[in-house]
């Protein structure tokens, strides 16, 4: 069993930066890749990125790609969200997830992702 708790939410202003930490536990070598995705009421959950556990690739979507950055520190366990350049469209509750599998397609799929977090609420104001 994998646990997995997102932190660092809050309210911030347009332009300024903000990072969401996420706490893995229990049988960690079960995951392999750690994604971060965000939902706002009424819409899908969205993939925002990736980072592959072992080789420290990340993917991104297109809607953050230059403004975010996925990172990790194995040896404390952890999965980061550095957001910059915050604009009010990122306001969304911004979950953690891991996964089984690799860095292979489908990858943006919320199924292809068997452990969640809670949840960290971001709003970004004007």
């Known amino acids: 069993q994998v646990q997995v708790t997102e932190s660092g939410g809050g309210l911030v202003r347009a332009g300024d930066s903000l990072r969401l930490s996420c706490a893995v536990s229990g049988r960690t070598e079960d995951v392999f890749s750690m994604g971060w995705f965000r939902q706002t009421p009424g819409k899908e959950r969205e993939f925002v990125g990736v980072?592959?556990?072992?080789?420290?690739?990340?993917y991104y979507s297109d809607s953050v790609k230059g403004r975010f950055t996925v990172s990790r520190e194995k040896a404390k366990s952890e999965v980061y969200l550095q957001m910059d350049k915050l604009k009010d469209e990122d306001t969304a509750v911004y979950y953690c997830a891991g996964s089984t599998l690799p860095l292979l397609t489908g990858f943006t799929a919320t199924h292809r992702y068997e452990y969640w977090g809670q949840g960290t609420q971001v709003t970004v104001s004007e």
């Open positions: 980072i592959a556990w072992n080789t420290g690739m990340t």
